[in-house]
């Protein structure tokens, strides 16, 4: 049988500006009627750095063999500046004017990321108006290759979302700005440094769903034509970086094949697309099954470990797609107690798997401008005193914060773990600065943080903030026995709640504290957050008075307190502020001389109160709640439901000396309970009603 003869090229592209321009062609000679030779099948190798090997080499030349695969060792770098949830009009963080940032008379975070054993840097954002050759000649002269991607404004023309879902347009407008500013050297080959190009990241997000596969199909392969279209305008000449579209984790129930698997559906689909474009209504400019067949490869995300992707995923992309390279763009699987481990196995996996090139561990730091990005990264970016380094954008100005480690499991940060799977020398310590008990969020997140430092201090300062979030103040300090109880790694942060939530002597508490909007929350989610409220049903968002619905803010604080204090009566279980009362920070919790100086209508402020002695359930935490408010009456009209919630009857008022023994320290709902079995109940005041 006759075989396709791969060969490898090395294409030495020159320098320019004493750049060093050393690129990878991939060479295909495919024999017609060949098994590997089919039309769904790609022949696309994988890249290595090399000679050029003749198709026919002289029986005096020799060969080279290839050298050995080196796995992508990737970070995903998408930095802000912000220390608190802001919302953020600048997505663009490797341009020009963020070199105070990723430039080493700055923060230095591309030397950082170098540093940790990484070779490649995947990045997010991308205006093509800005200049980006910086940040591409530093990562070069580090060693790192680049990976970034298109951004989601070249998606916002009216013939890709208005129906069409035609793409091309946009994304050669945008694409020839990129090659313009930075992306090609002055003799129009690309920049070394940029080793892939995503043309569309999670699709879809930002183009028809899952639930639409022809459609995104088509949107993402008219998008690859129109970088296609925008090489071909600007006369790119010499080696070009592999195309890549990343596509997320998720099942495609609804795609033609693979459905049942995640991430695979998606992947046949857009491949079907390309080799078969008129099935799909696309009308490229370029033979995307060539385009296919010799320069694209598969990525997607995932925050899965490492032993779930090969199962779930990779031992059937390798039969299905035998010969398309693919890298997981974003890895990472948070609070996975043996990170490093889990690292170090997916790379094993990729050093031995033909397809697989390797990770991008997601993300370089955490994000207070993106919802749900602070469980993901190895750094926090904190207020820092002595920094004197600004960001001037045309949307703003920053100060430019340090990054503090994140401590991840026990004593060891993921930074650490992350260098000693990737094999780097380490982080000087002078880079970094540590977590203030001050600036970390009030969170599980800042929890462990604390623990990391290992502390007593910081461990005091901390769940002094905690306390503040509960409702309550430490009029003096934390006592030192309490902080060091939750400086073993094996404490929980739901165990430091449990604790305050019994309201400890040494703080002062506020019965009408309230959940009340937070006035740093971003005003576009709060209709996302009050919609969700509402439809827990716990409160009645029919009767919003008409003065809270004048302002979002007061509507959002009526919404919030209201379902925070319902709650406590339709379930059984303790309202917790700072899960309860949180929504992604959009709600606190506050006590009372904060929201009476705050600029909410008081009107639409929901305070916690006196507990409802004939709403609270007939259980211990019904018993605590009363007993915590220690109002007789309250604990009076509680004692009388429970005897009647166990078939007795109350023939005369309890008595105030009861009352007061069921206020007492040590009292608790099982004495009760052990009080009205022994029958000592009934000959002081009660009757028993027969069932």
Known sequence: MRKC????????????????????????????????????????LLQYRGRRVPADPSPDEAVPAAPAKIPMKGVSYGPSPFTSAQRNKHQDYFCDAAKPLWGDSGRGDLSIIRSLGANTVRLYGNDPELHHAGFLDHARSLGLDVVPGMGDKAFETVQCKGGNFSCSEGVVSAYKKNLENGFLLANRSYHPAIKYFIVVNEPELKLPSLNEPRKFAKAIATAIDGVLTAEEAMGVVGPKPNLTVTFSFASCKRCAQFGDRPGLGQLWTLRHALLHPDKYGIQAKHNLTDFFNTRFTYSFNSGNPSAEIQELFLKYYEEIFPHTPIFVAEYHNPGNPNLQGDLEDILSAAANSSLLLGISFFEF?????????????????????????????????????????????????????????????????????????????????????????????AMQQFVKRVVEKLGGFVPYVVPKEFAELFLHPQTSYSDLEAMLVGHPQWARWDMFSACTVDRTALESTLGGKIGYVCGQGYADCSKIPDVCKKDVWDTASWVFGSHFREFLYASDETPKPLRHCYLDGAAQFVRSSIWKKSALRHECVVPMGWTDPNKVFITQNGFYHIWSDHDPVAMSIFIQRAVEHTGGKVLSRVPRRFVRHMLGLEASFKSLQALWSSGRLSRSFLGVVCR
């Open 365 to 457: 730091q955490n994000r207070y401008d993106q919802a749900g990005h602070l469980v993901w990264g190895m750094f926090d970016p904190q207020k820092d005193p002595g920094g004197k380094q600004r960001l001037k954008f045309e949307e703003f100005e920053a100060a430019v914060p340090c990054l503090s480690p994140i401590f991840d499991a026990g004593v060891r940060t993921i930074a650490e773990q992350l260098t000693a799977a990737y094999g780097g020398p380490g982080i000087t310590p002078t880079r970094l600065c540590l977590p203030s008990p001050q600036e970390v969020v009030v969170s599980e997140h800042g929890f462990h943080q604390m623990v990391g430092l290992n502390n007593i201090t």
């Open 5 to 44: 003869a791969a060969l490898l090229l090395l294409v030495e592209v020159a320098a320019s500006s004493l750049q060093l321009a050393e690129e990878t062609l991939k060479f295909l000679d495919c024999q017609p009627g060949t098994e590997s030779c089919e039309a769904e099948g790609n022949l696309h």
